[in-house]
Nanobody, 126 residues
């Protein structure tokens, strides 16, 4: 069973930055696509970003249009950890952020992902 734990959320002013971490319990995490999803109050969970390790130093990343350029996701396979660096945060980024793992190549759909963390709250004030 793969367990994921998000951390790093908090309260930040608009224009500020936060970096979220997703720590995985197993080394096999490197074989999964790691995804980031977020859910704002009253809204459905939406895709934010993902990263897939292809071997050696090759990774594929994907981003939702709403976060592209501002957010960067990357992973440290030696630490079994994935990160989401969020810059120039906006109030509309306020949400609970979840990391998730999909076997092999995951996409933008939440049902591709088998394992989920507990979520971490990100609140951006104007």
């Amino acid at each position: 069973q793969l367990h994921l734990v998000e951390s790093g959320g908090g309260l930040v002013q608009a224009g500020g930055s936060l970096t979220l971490s997703c720590a995985a319990s197993e080394r096999s995490f490197k074989t999964y696509t790691g995804g980031w999803f977020r859910q704002a109050p009253g809204k459905e969970r939406e895709f934010a970003a993902s990263t897939t390790w292809l071997g050696d130093s090759t990774y594929i990343t994907m981003y939702a249009d709403s976060v592209k350029v501002r957010f960067t996701t990357f992973r440290d396979n030696a630490k079994n950890t994935m990160y989401l660096q969020m810059n120039n945060l906006k109030p509309e980024d306020t949400a609970v952020y979840y990391c998730a793992a999909a076997p092999g190549a995951g996409g933008r759909l939440d049902y591709d992902y088998n394992y989920w963390g507990q979520g971490t709250q990100v609140t951006v004030s104007s």
